[in-house]
């Protein structure tokens, strides 16, 4: 007889199999929220799968950092406002700015019983169309530490 290999997503404590010809979790490992962690883009991203009678609500969201006041930096401030309109045009209101910080946080429903594969492909499908908008954001945001320092030197 064959012996079939598992492989598993481990999150927090709960472990979601993967198995080659089945992809399922366990019912007994449902019955509680799911707190994750995971690197994306160069940011630090959380995320929280909360099971439901017959759909999990899952959020993700990170902390892009500041947005310098206008007389620190107006250019600067008007670019990042900018990127962000266009981010929330495309993907839905998913980036505000909160006490000067831009947060992402985006929500997305995942049918039951939820699978390693279903979760890691939810969260590629709520993460991957912003990347482009984090990428603009890291580049107005180098080139505001670039402009500080050369002002330092001066």
């Given at each position: 007889m064959e012996q079939r290999k598992t492989f598993g997503l481990i999150i927090g404590t709960r472990r979601?199999?993967?198995?080659?010809?089945?992809?399922?979790?366990?019912?007994?490992?449902?019955?509680?929220?799911?707190?994750?962690?995971?690197?994306?883009?160069?940011?630090?991203?959380?995320?929280?799968?909360?099971?439901?009678?017959?759909?999990?609500?899952?959020?993700?969201?990170?902390?892009?950092?500041?947005?310098?006041?206008?007389?620190?930096?107006?250019?600067?401030?008007?670019?990042?406002?900018?990127?962000?309109?266009?981010?929330?045009?495309?993907?839905?209101?998913?980036?505000?700015?909160?006490?000067?910080?831009?947060l992402i946080e985006s929500r997305a429903q995942l049918e039951q019983p939820v699978s390693a594969v279903?979760?890691?492909?939810?969260?590629?499908?709520?993460?991957?169309?912003?990347?482009?908008?984090?990428?603009?954001?890291?580049?107005?945001?180098?080139?505001?530490?670039?402009?500080?320092?050369?002002?330092?030197?001066?």
């Amino acid at each position: 007889m064959e012996q079939r290999k598992t492989f598993g997503l481990i999150i927090g404590t709960r472990r979601f199999p993967l198995e080659i010809d089945r992809l399922t979790i366990d019912r007994n490992m449902s019955d509680q929220a799911v707190s994750f962690r995971f690197q994306h883009r160069a940011a630090a991203w959380w995320g929280r799968l909360d099971d439901g009678p017959r759909q999990a609500r899952l959020s993700v969201g990170t902390d892009l950092g500041i947005v310098p006041f206008s007389a620190e930096a107006q250019s600067i401030r008007q670019s990042l406002t900018t990127i962000i309109a266009a981010a929330n045009a495309h993907c839905g209101d998913v980036i505000r700015v909160t006490g000067g910080r831009m947060l992402i946080e985006s929500r997305a429903q995942l049918e039951q019983p939820v699978s390693a594969v279903a979760l890691v492909g939810t969260i590629t499908r709520v993460v991957a169309p912003l990347n482009p908008y984090i990428e603009l954001i890291r580049t107005v945001q180098a080139f505001k530490n670039k402009s500080v320092a050369v002002r330092r030197k001066l």
